[in-house]
């Protein structure tokens, strides 16, 4: 069967009147009709009405095998009924916001500091953003330095400072309205590149206050680090004296309880964490070596914080019992999520195969993303941000594959996202179902 784009949008719209009609009002009392770019659907976003599971429902009950999780917030699925009775009860019975200190935000620094190879301390705040915001700003305080290393493609949240080289070509800002002189505090570096990286912080010398980067990278196919190459940014940090951040706001507590440092074997001054952190509510955090957050303590000479809603004790709770879930199951969960992210990355490329689609599909444990291959490129290793550019077609996967699969009841964002512990054997089916008839829609439309 022969379907083309417009087909395919009108099949969506069809069945989705009550989520249009939303949308005409959004786009009316919101900036572009959204408050997060990335939730942009073309041609129209659904509107979620209830979500449970791995499942989402929107607002004209159409069901959805949901990979985005929230995110990838949600790594025990939506609303895990032991998580939501436990804050239905304090929500109703203590209450949800003190702005004061609670027992929960303790002993959730404390379940970091013993899970997290790097985290002697922790300061909480509300999201990923604030997080490397402060991650970075406590590297220039405690070096008394400037220049911050992030990697080309790298998404650490819009913070003012970071907000570099994120989108193709790489480089320059992202955004108007930020200070010229900010890009002076900023340098690129190639992801997994460990010999252009390694000249690039020796030119930066001793300028450099810190590294950042994802050690497994969202916009990178969740691709894990080589090694080799985290081990060079260790070295060579510390032999300059600055700084390694890992932003782990994705890969904490995701792919291993300790996250990707590890996995990987590698120890950051500086973590950064988010998403699963607060169980499925708004927290952020920073965790690493004591003298470096001993700089943010009341008096100190680093300012961390404000934030009204900073260790919220909705979100304290949420995120303590998921980590004691995540800790007390580690021992079979962790494999278990990883062997469904190698078994649904090998289904996608076998039924790619099968329709003589050339899909790639990378990631790390239970994170997956799946690329269109160029014509020229089918063997080329996608290993960065910019592999990815190069080799792949990125806008059929953002667009004709995620709205081939929602018209087939599954939601992906970057043809791909985070397998959670609801999505069982049944799900898995019900994935590779729907992608063998979004595939056999859209190969004769496909790019040449
Ligand atoms: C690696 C990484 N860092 C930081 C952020 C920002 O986190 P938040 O959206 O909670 O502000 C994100 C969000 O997607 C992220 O993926």
Redesign the pocket.
């Known amino acids: 069967m022969k379907s083309t784009d417009t087909e395919l949008k009108g099949i969506y719209q069809k069945e989705r009147e009550g989520s249009y009609s939303l949308w005409k009002r959004a786009q009316r009392a919101m900036a572009g009709g959204v408050s997060h770019n990335i939730r942009m659907v073309d041609p129209f976003p659904f509107f979620v009405k209830s979500a449970r599971g791995a499942w989402l429902e929107d607002v004209d009950g159409n069901r959805y095998l949901d990979f985005w999780m929230g995110?990838y917030a949600h790594i025990l699925g939506h609303r895990p009924p032991f998580v939501a009775n436990a804050l239905a009860n304090a929500l109703t019975q203590r209450g949800y916001h003190f702005g004061l200190l609670n027992r929960e935000e303790v002993e959730l620094a404390e379940l970091i500091c013993h899970l997290v190879p790097c985290a002697e301390m922790v300061r909480f705040c509300t999201?990923?953003?604030e997080a490397?915001m402060y991650a970075v700003r406590l590297a220039r305080a405690a070096t008394g330095r400037s220049v911050i290393l992030k990697a080309k493609g790298g998404?650490?949240?819009a913070n003012s400072d970071l907000c570099f080289g994120i989108h193709p070509p790489f480089e320059g800002p992202d955004s108007k309205g930020l200070l010229p002189k900010a890009e002076e505090g900023v340098s690129l570096f190639p992801f997994n590149d460990t010999e252009t990286t390694k000249e690039i912080l020796r030119e930066t010398g001793d300028g450099l206050a810190g590294v950042i980067l994802?050690p497994v990278m969202?916009v990178g196919g969740f691709v894990s680090a080589d090694p080799a190459f985290l081990k060079m940014l260790r070295e060579e940090t510390e032999r300059i004296g600055a700084l390694l951040i890992f932003?782990e706001?994705?890969s904490g507590f995701r792919v291993g309880l300790g996250g990707a440092q590890e996995m990987l074997e590698v120890t950051p001054d500086l973590v950064?964490l988010?998403?699963v952190v607060g169980g499925g509510f708004p927290a952020?955090a920073i965790a690493g070596k004591r003298e470096i957050l001993e700089l943010a303590r009341p008096g100190g000479p680093v300012l961390i914080g404000g934030g009204t809603f900073s260790c919220n004790p909705l979100s304290m709770l949420a995120g303590l019992l998921t980590l004691r879930f995540l800790e007390s199951n580690a021992n079979w969960l962790y494999p278990h999520l990883k062997e469904r992210g190698e078994l649904l990355r090998r289904k996608v490329e076998e039924t790619g195969e099968a329709f003589g689609v050339p899909l790639r599909c990378t990631g790390t444990g239970s994170l997956f993303m799946t690329h269109l291959m160029r014509e020229e490129c089918q063997e080329k290793e996608l290993r960065s941000p910019q592999d990815i550019e190069e080799s792949t077609h990125s806008q059929w996967r953002d667009r004709e594959l995620r709205l081939a699969m929602l018209v087939n009841g599954v939601h992906l964002l970057h043809g791909g996202g985070a397998i959670s512990l609801a999505h069982g054997e049944k799900e898995m089916a019900f994935f590779t179902e729907a992608l063998e008839r979004a595939l056999r829609v859209l190969k004769e439309g496909k790019p040449q």
Do not use: N, P, Q, R
Request: proline share 0%.
């Open positions: 995110h999201s990923g953003t490397t998404w650490h949240g994802e969202g932003d706001v994705i950064t988010g998403k952020g």
